[in-house]
């Protein structure tokens, strides 16, 4: 059994990760800290809230992390965010449920540096899928756990374009700074990025038979699941068909690592136009490599795939 943290910014695709890791009987779900990204973190927790609630999880508790940059005072989403992810972060869809928990009064950073401490690298992944400026602040408070701990985090491009600029993803741009740091703590860090996720889609029509809308719960995923595929078709390159399946890669391989193959080379952040965000290997450890980080470069899109439909549609059928 892995037990998981996930450090979320709730959008679309976070979404259906918390449903894979629901649906996933080797996976126990310690709990769910907010980060920003997609949205910011208020509005993040709170979209987990619903979900949890609409899932019948209200065991999984929720703690708010650190809600802007580590070079700013505030965040707000940009348009890219909003323009996939909606205002809501759903793509305007409600979630058909009211919550009866409240977001825990201990702050993310904590309740992560009590895991750490508590369960080796063996028992315990955080997976982060938004900005990773939560994880370097534990890491600042407590760098002797870096050799404890293990992030399979969504994020980065190494040998593929970034989709917020040529050089740069999305979750690594929102705080470059902070997550340099993380990629040279010596933290166990596998970067499930561009490189893969790009390859890992849902289809129009799968989506519609995964979450048919004969149930409230059903209509708000199919709703949500539109709003997404509608703002990829925009964008997409001719004969990309569908979303991709950025976020629930990550859960998968945190729970299977051989669903992807993966090079070992330690990682530098460039925090400097022009390639700010940009993550390549960094040239001050090449000949002394650490062994710890591990880029994906290459994925069993269908194994995976296959796992991700059983495991979202048993917990949207059971669930919702």
Request: glycine share 10%; with cysteine.
């Amino acid at each position: 059994m892995t037990k998981l943290i996930l450090d979320l910014d709730t959008g679309i695709d976070d979404t259906l990760a918390l449903m894979y890791a629901l649906g996933s009987p080797e996976a126990q779900l310690l709990g769910i800290t907010g980060t920003f990204g997609n949205v910011t973190v208020a509005q993040g927790v709170t979209n987990d809230l619903a979900l949890l609630a609409l899932f019948g999880r209200e065991d999984v508790p929720v703690y708010a992390g650190i809600d802007h940059p580590s070079t700013a005072e505030r965040y707000t989403p940009a348009p890219g965010s909003l323009r996939f992810h909606g205002t809501n972060g759903l793509g305007g869809a409600q979630v058909p449920a009211v919550p009866t928990q409240t977001v825990q009064a201990m702050s993310a950073v904590d309740v992560i540096i009590d895991a750490v401490e508590t369960y080796g690298p063996d028992e315990l992944t955080i997976v982060p899928t938004g900005a990773l400026t939560t994880i370097d602040a534990v890491l600042a408070r407590r760098p002797d756990l870096a050799s404890r701990m293990r992030l399979v985090l969504m994020g980065g491009a190494l040998t593929v374009p970034g989709n917020v600029s040529p050089f740069a993803e999305a979750n690594i741009h929102k705080d470059p700074e902070a997550a340099d740091r993380v990629f040279k703590s010596g933290a166990d860090l596998t970067m499930i990025g561009l490189d893969v996720t790009m390859r890992a889609r849902l289809p129009r029509a799968d989506a519609e038979r995964l979450f048919p809308a004969d149930t409230a719960g059903g209509a708000f995923l199919a709703e949500m699941l539109g709003f997404y595929l509608d703002a990829t078709a925009k964008t997409a390159p001719a004969g990309e068909a569908g979303c991709c399946l950025h976020d629930p890669l990550a859960v998968a391989v945190a729970l299977d690592p051989t669903l992807v193959t993966t090079l070992e080379l330690d990682l530098r952040v460039d925090c400097a136009e022009p390639g700010r965000g940009r993550t390549i290997g960094d040239p001050e450890r090449l000949l002394a490599p650490s062994g710890r980080t591990h880029v994906a470069l290459d994925v069993d899109a269908d194994r995976f795939y296959e796992r991700f439909c059983k495991r979202v549609s048993m917990v949207a059928r059971s669930r919702c």
